[in-house]
């Protein structure tokens, strides 16, 4: 593992403790796409099967359980926890996430690195969390005012993305045999994605003033 790769996990996972402080801390889901989140679930749920099956190390192992168990925590909550699930905000999180789901899957079927049962899921996961920050990013351009911890969410998961594709850069010239194209275009677009976010982001840290985007 290099230390891009590393620095992309760990990003990774400081967003979702970020994102569980605000849930358990504050006890409110509100700024919180329940739809990118129950994304992510399947996302994380259809990418790990191998779990069961594959042992790489014990650090591989311990991040698939971690990623799963908090997704499936964090969808729970917004789902059935009453306090927490009377702040989600139900009238902006209206994105369709299901054409998401089936684009993604017909995806999967079609463009893969080999035709089988577990490599044809672990394509449709690369390419639905190429997407799955779609619903957030709409709900909060929908608020406009994004709060501190929402916003410290959405930077670390983009930055998690970007610390991505310079470990494939760096996997590119030092690996003889790199053919994980597949990962590489879709980490290319869900961190276009951010693009808009990311502007309105630095921008607010300039000016220290609080995170608004345009609705």
């Known amino acids: 593992m290099n230390v891009f790769r590393f620095a992309g996990d760990m990003t990774h996972l400081i967003s979702i403790l970020v994102l569980l402080l605000k849930i358990y801390a504050t006890k409110s889901c509100s700024g919180i796409s329940l739809k990118t989140q129950e994304l992510y679930a399947i996302v994380f749920l259809a990418r790990y099967l191998d779990l069961f099956t594959d042992f790489i190390s014990a650090y591989n192992t311990l991040m ?112 003889a045999h790199f053919g994980r194209w597949i990962s590489v275009v879709s980490g290319l677009v869900q961190t276009a994605l951010y693009a808009d976010f990311f502007y309105y982001y630095f921008i607010s840290w300039k000016s220290n003033a609080k995170l608004k985007l345009p609705s």
């Open 64 to 175: 698939k359980i971690v990623f799963i168990a908090s997704s499936l925590a964090i969808v729970w909550c917004m789902r059935f926890q009453y306090v927490v699930k009377r702040s989600y905000d139900r009238e902006l999180d209206t994105f369709r996430h299901y054409f998401l789901v089936g684009v993604s899957l017909l995806l999967g079927l079609l463009i893969h690195e080999k035709f089988s049962f577990q490599q044809v899921l672990w394509a449709f996961s690369i390419y639905l969390e190429a997407v799955a920050i779609l619903p957030q990013l709409v709900l909060l351009q929908r608020s406009g005012n994004v709060d501190n911890l929402t916003g410290q969410y959405v930077f670390f998961l983009g930055a998690y993305r970007g610390f991505y594709i310079l470990n494939w850069i760096y996997r590119y010239f030092t690996e």
